[in-house]
Structure formats: structure tokens, C-alpha cells
């Protein structure tokens, strides 16, 4: 009987391993940072609209869509691009200097080997 299959060993992670760069940070920050305060904006600003639109229905006045962006929408994103700032400087600082101790530690045992 022959058998369709055979047994590979997977390839070396240490091929795609690469060290780590603190110049990529602050690209890695501002984009998250854009990101998120964009989609924080475009859902406080649908919150706003919505809640713009049932206070001007319950009053029985035409909605003035002006204070949804200029009351609601602009401050939520401010603070949560603050927020979100500090919060992705924190955690990539700690990732970075994990991965700098974790690559100086495989050079160390690849030198004791």
C-alpha cells in the first residue's frame, strides 16, 4: 500500500525573525492613533446626529445638525485620540523593549551553543 502523504518538518521561525527597530514606533503610534480617533469620530458623530434628531423631534424644532459636530463628535474624538495616543506609546515602548530583551537573550544562547 503507498502511502499519498509525507511527514515534512515545518521551517525554522528564526529565518523570519527580525530585530527589533525603534524608528518604526512612532509610525506605528500615529497610525493607530489617526485610525482610531477617525472611527471614534464617525461614531460619536452618528450618536450625535441620532441624539440631535430625537431632541429636535421631542421639542418639535428642525435639527441643527451643526451641534452634533461641533459638541459631541469633535470633543469624543479629541479625548479619545489623546487617550489612544498615550495608550499606543505605552504599549509599544513595552513591546519594543521585550523584543530587544528576547532577541539579546536568543543571541546570547545561540553563542553558548
Known amino acids: 500500500m ?3 502523504c509525507t511527514l515534512e518538518a515545518m521551517p525554522s521561525l528564526a529565518a523570519h525573525v527580525h ?4 524608528y518604526l514606533i512612532p509610525a506605528r503610534v500615529l497610525l493607530v492613533t489617526i485610525i482610531l480617533t477617525l ?4 461614531v460619536s458623530l452618528f450618536l450625535g446626529i441620532l ?7 421631542l421639542r418639535g424644532i428642525h435639527p441643527n445638525m ?4 461641533r459638541h459631541v463628535a469633535l470633543p469624543v474624538a479629541s479625548v479619545a485620540a489623546a487617550v489612544v495616543f498615550v495608550s499606543a506609546v505605552i504599549m509599544e515602548v513595552k513591546h519594543y523593549r521585550r523584543a530587544r530583551v ?3 537573550m536568543e543571541q546570547q544562547m545561540g553563542r553558548a551553543s
Open 51 to 57: 441624539g440631535t434628531l430625537v431632541g429636535a423631534g
Open 39 to 42: 472611527l471614534s469620530f464617525a
Open 2 to 4: 503507498t502511502s499519498c
Open 102 to 104: 528576547l532577541d539579546q
Open 66 to 69: 451643526t451641534f452634533a459636530y
Open 19 to 22: 530585530k527589533p527597530v525603534w
